[in-house]
């Protein structure tokens, strides 16, 4: 059988000049979102649930939480950023934001990079993807972005399975209150997905990769929460991103820790594009 | 026109051998052959040139731009189908075509169609459930339904059935009439044979040859078979300069002779030769010779 096609101008003109990196960009974006389309479902799901129960559960114990706090040691309601509970948003706060809900959602966005970079390398898609006109910065950058849309719609989702159910089941949580919590999860989320990026500029493999961004995450939240008990370690809290999440919910979003953990982040996703450009992709 | 050169292109990785001081040209509409064994560097040189590995010393040439610096330039005009092809198992090929398309700026899917439907390739299914054929025809698809000038292929004929093999070899000779230029790295000495022009072959991470398939067939040795009318003394041909591997059957001699063969037709010619036969020896016998045999597989 011979199928012959001449290649016509356009078709020509077509292939012989890269496309803007944007188009590259989008493309990646697109991709990576069809990767993580039902994201909604098996991230936002489970956290909404969780964070919904807290948010039904609130009028059964709005009557005694109060009492239990003031068994609670000073330490410790310190440490976990737990103030007076007389509302069922600081009851959420407490439950799910000072600790399930930063720490799940900023290991889905560390996931999220890892697999788009390291993951691909290790599977050897790269060398596909990187036979195609796409610079090595645009595939960290389409994973990074993936990623702020991803936490976005799982805390979305986390968010509006609170609100639902909340107001079902007569606690009235506000939305905006609850959605000024979850959205404060979103810097401190991305500032660890540029980490994972950063991780993956460096190492071949998504195991180190996720070692890393993971392991930092866990360590930064244990320097935080240790800093506030001991004071010898307290020094160290301004190195820890946990240091500057502090409680949405309670005190509103802080904009300059909000932008100042995106663009810790940002910049962190840039220095591992550099990594990546210059290493070798490994088979 | 060139569309690659390398000058004394090296990788190393740290201690390791990868390639050193490769230095080849491949010109314009042709096909050309990169032979040798696994491990002899040919998926190194291919990675090298694509900016997949960064070289150690040396530098690379795609249609006249810089292997590295110019790098998306190049890819944009060329398809890869690398060794041991492999995506997401969650995609079909369709998916991974128009993602790909995408990253190229193409508003379709340029030949997939027509592609798919000359390899048999599925495109409907996820990669995850097609066989390593299958998979590798959807490869095929993959780099070159955009109709690149320059089709960088390693190992392409790896898992396809022999009907398969067929009509990609006849692929890549409508290719090369294209205008087309096919970098065709392989270890199946018969389809470079068939289809390459020109074939450099690599040891040991080192270019050894690069010939026209037909000078490197036709300057070797030949094979010699000659059935005499009465039975001869084989000495008398062991002793001619160049003779070697000689057998005698009955009133047959078969030996190799790769000094020329006009001193053999001419002790020949002392006797009453019933039956003659030249042979050219094929591109596996010579790669033997320039591997020392065993090693080659």
């Known amino acids: 059988m011979s199928v012959f096609t001449p290649i016509t101008p356009a078709a020509a003109k077509r292939v012989a000049a890269p496309p803007p990196a944007l188009t590259s960009l989008r493309g990646v974006v697109r991709r990576g979102l069809r990767d993580h389309r039902r994201v909604w479902l098996t991230w936002g799901g489970p956290l909404g649930a969780m964070s919904a129960l807290m948010a039904a559960m609130w009028p059964s114990v709005e009557n005694t939480i109060t009492d239990a706090l003031e068994n609670y040691p000073e330490g410790l309601k310190e440490a976990f950023n737990i103030r007076e509970i007389t509302t069922v948003e600081a009851y959420i706060d407490a439950e799910m934001m000072s600790l399930i809900v930063p720490l799940a959602v900023a290991f889905l966005a560390v996931r999220v990079v890892t697999r788009a970079i390291a993951g691909a390398e290790e599977q050897r898609y790269l060398d596909t993807l990187l036979a195609a006109p796409v610079a090595r910065g645009v595939l960290i950058a389409g994973a990074f972005i993936v990623a702020g849309i991803v936490i976005a719609i799982v805390l979305a989702v986390t968010t509006l399975l609170t609100w639902v159910v909340g107001v079902a089941t007569g606690s009235d949580p506000s939305l905006a209150v609850l959605a000024r919590g979850t959205a404060n999860v979103w810097p401190l989320s991305m500032l660890f997905a540029g980490l994972a990026a950063l991780a993956a500029g460096w190492f071949h493999r998504s195991a180190p990769v996720t070692a890393v961004a993971t392991g930092t995450l866990v360590g930064m939240y244990l320097i935080d929460l240790v800093g506030k008990l001991a004071e010898p370690i307290e020094p160290l809290r301004w190195a820890s991103a946990f240091r500057y999440y502090g409680s949405a919910i309670q005190d509103g979003i802080d904009p300059l820790a909000f932008a100042g953990l995106t663009l810790v982040g940002i910049a962190l996703a840039v220095a591992g594009a550099v990594l990546l450009q210059r290493r070798d992709v490994m088979a | ?297």
Do not use: W
Not at chain 2, 57 to 84: C, K, M, Q, V, Y
Not at chain 2, 128 to 137: D, F, W
Not at chain 2, 270 to 287: A, K
């Open chain 2, 1 to 297: 026109m060139a569309i690659i050169e390398t000058h004394a292109l090296t990788k190393r990785y740290g201690h390791a051998r990868g390639i050193e001081d490769v230095s080849m040209t491949v010109e314009s509409g042709e096909v050309f052959g990169f032979l040798g064994p696994n491990g002899a560097g040919k998926t190194t040189t291919i990675r090298t040139l694509l900016d997949l590995l960064h070289p150690t010393s040396g530098a690379a040439t795609i249609f006249g731009l810089d292997s590295r610096r110019e790098s998306r330039a190049i890819r944009a005009r060329l398809g890869n189908l690398p060794g041991d092809f492999a995506y997401d198992p969650r995609l079909t090929g369709r998916e991974l075509v128009s993602f790909l398309a995408e990253l190229r700026g193409m508003r379709d899917l340029g030949r997939a169609a027509e592609l798919a439907e000359r390899f048999h390739a599925d495109l409907d299914r996820p990669l995850g459930q097609q066989s390593r054929g299958n998979r590798q025809k959807i490869g095929l698809v993959q780099c070159t339904f955009h109709d690149p000038e320059l089709l960088v292929l390693d190992e392409p004929s790896s898992g396809l059935d022999p009907l398969m093999q067929e009509e990609f070899l006849a692929f890549v000779a409508e290719e090369r009439d294209r205008g087309h230029t096919v970098f065709l790295s392989s270890h199946e000495h018969d389809e470079v044979q068939r289809v390459c022009d020109r074939v450099a072959i690599i040891r040991d991470g080192r270019l050894i040859a690069i010939e026209s398939v037909e000078d490197v067939t036709s300057r070797s040795y030949r094979h010699v078979t000659i059935e005499f009318a009465d039975p001869v003394d084989p000495d008398e041909f062991r002793r001619i300069p160049g003779v070697s591997d000689l057998r005698r059957t009955g009133r047959r001699l078969t030996f190799k002779a790769d000094a020329g063969v006009d001193p053999v037709i001419k002790a020949a010619a002392r006797h009453t030769v019933t039956e003659l036969e030249l042979s050219r020896p094929t591109l596996e016998e010579i790669f033997l010779t320039y591997y020392g045999g065993d090693e080659a597989r």
